[in-house]
C-alpha cells in the first residue's frame, strides 16, 4: 500500500508510475477523501480541546464551591458540564464521519498497485520485457532422430499422470499422480526444501487457508478475490505460500540486527484462475492446485535489491542442479505484478512449447505489503521510532511445471524418462521411469 503522505505530496510522481503500468487511478478522489480526512481531524482535534477546557473550568469551579456562593457555582458547573455532553456528542459525530471517510480513503489506496522500481524498464506488456541471461542449451531432437512428446502425452504413456480420472474426481485443471509419478512430485518438493536450507532459508510449514488480512497484507484483496477459491466460513485457500510466509510477522517490530530473515516453505496452492484457451488448458503449466516451493524474506531498504539477485541466484541454482536449460528476464512495467516493485522472472525451456515457460517469479516489494501488514523492524541506526521492512518472495520452484520440464527435457526415445542426477537419491535410487 502507498503512503498517503508520500502520493499527497508526490502526485505527479505517482501519476506517471501509475501510467507507467497502464493503470488508471482516481487521483481526485483519492486527493479529496484525504482533504477531507485532514479536515475532519482538525475540527477533532478543536472539539476535543473544547472538552479538554471545559472539563477543567468545571473541575476548577467544584473544588472552590464554599459558602453562600455555593449555589451560583453549582449552576454554572452545570452549565459546564451540559456544554460538555453537547461537545461529546459533536466527537461522537466527528469520529464516525473520520471512521467513514478513512475507509473509503483506504479502500482506495488498496487498489493502486506498486509503483515501479527506477531500474525497471518501460513497457506495454510482456513483449517489453528484457532478457538478461541464458543458461544451458535446449537438446536437439532432430539430430537425436527422434521426435519429442508433450508431457500431457508422456505421463499418461507412462501411466504416472492421470488427467481423466482427476476429472472425475474434481473438474479439468486438476491432475492425478501415481506411482513414480507421484514419487517424483514429492522428491523435488524435498529436493527444493533440502537445498534452500542449506544455502541459509528456514523451512516453515504454513497452513493452507488464509484469512482476509493476510491476504490483504500480500496484495491477493480486494482486487483478486474472483482468482480465489473461498469457504464457506470466510477462509481462502491460499494462491501460494507467500500469503502464509509473509504474514507470520504482520502487526510486528522485528529488530534490525535479524534481517535479513529468509524463509521457505511447500504448500499447495490453489487458484481458480488458470489460463484461457490455447496449449495452456492442457497438462501441467497451468491447473488450479500445484505444488510449490516458496521463498520469502524480510530485508531493510538498503539491502532488499542485493536480496532479490541472491534470491534469483538461489532459484537459478535449482534449475542449474536439475540440468534445465532456463532464461532470466527482467519485467517491464507494464507485466508487473500488483505488489511487485521490480520483478526477475526464471522461463524454463519446454520442447512442447518449442520456446520458454515461466517456472519462477522473484519479486522485491519494497514496503508495499509490509505497509498492508504492518511489518516494522527497529532501527538504532540515527532513526527514531520503527521503519517500515522491504518484503521479496519467489517461486523455488513451482513443482508441477519442472515435473513437466524434465519429463519432456529427460525424455528418452524407447519413451522412457530418465531422473536427474540431483534426485536419484530421493526417488529411492530409481533412474529411469519406464
Same mark, same amino acid.
Given at each position: ?10 502526485? %505527479?510522481?505517482? %501519476? ?16 479529496? +477523501? ?34 453562600? &456562593? ?54 506495454? &506488456? ?28 508422456? &505421463? ?16 479439468? /485443471?486438476?491432475?492425478? +499422480? ?42 491477493? +484483496? ?10 464457506? %466460513? ?101 507485466? +508487473?505484478?500488483?505488489? $511487485? ?12 512449447? %518449442? ?10 516489494? $519494497?514496503?508495499?505489503? $509490509? /505497509?498492508?501488514?504492518?511489518? /516494522? ?20 520452484? $513451482? ?36
Amino acid at each position: 500500500m502507498l503512503d498517503i503522505r508520500f502520493v499527497r505530496e508526490n502526485v %505527479d510522481v505517482v %501519476d506517471a508510475a501509475m501510467r507507467s503500468r497502464g493503470f488508471i487511478w482516481d487521483r481526485d478522489g483519492l486527493l479529496s +477523501l484525504d482533504e477531507q480526512r485532514r479536515s475532519l481531524i482538525g475540527q477533532l482535534e478543536e472539539l476535543q480541546a473544547g472538552r479538554n477546557a471545559a472539563s477543567k473550568r468545571i473541575a476548577v469551579l467544584m473544588r472552590e464551591a464554599k459558602g453562600e &456562593g455555593e449555589a451560583a457555582t453549582a449552576a454554572t458547573v452545570e452549565a459546564g458540564k451540559e456544554e460538555v455532553r453537547e461537545l461529546n456528542v459533536r466527537i461522537e459525530d466527528f469520529e464516525r464521519q473520520k471512521a467513514t471517510v478513512e475507509e473509503a480513503l483506504r479502500a482506495l489506496l488498496l487498489t493502486l498497485p506498486n509503483p515501479p522500481d527506477e531500474r525497471v524498464p518501460h513497457g506495454a &506488456g510482456e513483449q517489453d520485457n528484457v532478457e538478461l541471461r541464458r543458461w544451458g542449451v535446449p537438446r536437439d531432437f532432430k539430430a537425436e532422430g527422434f521426435e519429442p512428446k508433450a508431457h500431457w502425452d508422456i &505421463g499418461p504413456d507412462l501411466g504416472i499422470i492421470d488427467f481423466e480420472r482427476a476429472v472425475k474426481l474434481a473438474r479439468a /485443471r486438476f491432475a492425478l +499422480l501415481k506411482g513414480l509419478g507421484a514419487r517424483l512430485e514429492r522428491a523435488l518438493i524435498n529436493f527444493m526444501v533440502d537445498t534452500h536450507v542449506s544455502r541459509g532459508y528456514r523451512e516453515w510449514w504454513a497452513p493452507v487457508l488464509g484469512n482476509a488480512d493476510a491476504l490483504t497484507g500480500t496484495g491477493q +484483496l480486494p482486487k483478486f478475490e474472483d482468482d480465489l477459491f473461498k469457504t464457506v %466460513d470466510g477462509l481462502y485457500l491460499i494462491p501460494t505460500a507467500e500469503v502464509a510466509l509473509t504474514n507470520i510477522h504482520r502487526d510486528e517490530v522485528l529488530e534490525a540486527a535479524e534481517l535479513p530473515l529468509r524463509y521457505c516453505g511447500f504448500t499447495p496452492c490453489f487458484r481458480r484462475e488458470a489460463g484461457s484457451a490455447g496449449r495452456d488448458t492442457r497438462g501441467l503449466i497451468r491447473v488450479h492446485q500445484f505444488d510449490k516451493v516458496e521463498m520469502v524474506k524480510f530485508a531493510t531498504p538498503e539491502t532488499s535489491a542485493e536480496e532479490l539477485e541472491a534470491m534469483v541466484a538461489d532459484a537459478e541454482n535449482i534449475l542449474r542442479l536439475l540440468g534445465l536449460p532456463y532464461r532470466v528476464l527482467e519485467l517491464c512495467t507494464g507485466d +508487473l505484478g500488483f505488489a $511487485a516493485a521490480r520483478t526477475l522472472d526464471l522461463e524454463v525451456w519446454l520442447p512442447s512449447y %518449442d520456446g520458454y515457460k515461466e517456472i519462477s517469479s522473484c519479486s522485491n516489494c $519494497a514496503d508495499f505489503q $509490509a /505497509r498492508r501488514a504492518n511489518i /516494522r523492524y527497529r532501527d538504532p541506526e540515527g532513526f527514531k521510532g520503527a521503519r517500515f521492512a522491504h518484503t521479496l518472495n519467489g517461486s523455488g520452484l $513451482a513443482v508441477g511445471r519442472t515435473m513437466a520440464a524434465i519429463l519432456e527435457n529427460y525424455q528418452q526415445p524407447d519413451g522412457s524418462v530418465r531422473i536427474p542426477d540431483a534426485l536419484v537419491g530421493y526417488m529411492g535410487g530409481a533412474k529411469v521411469i519406464s
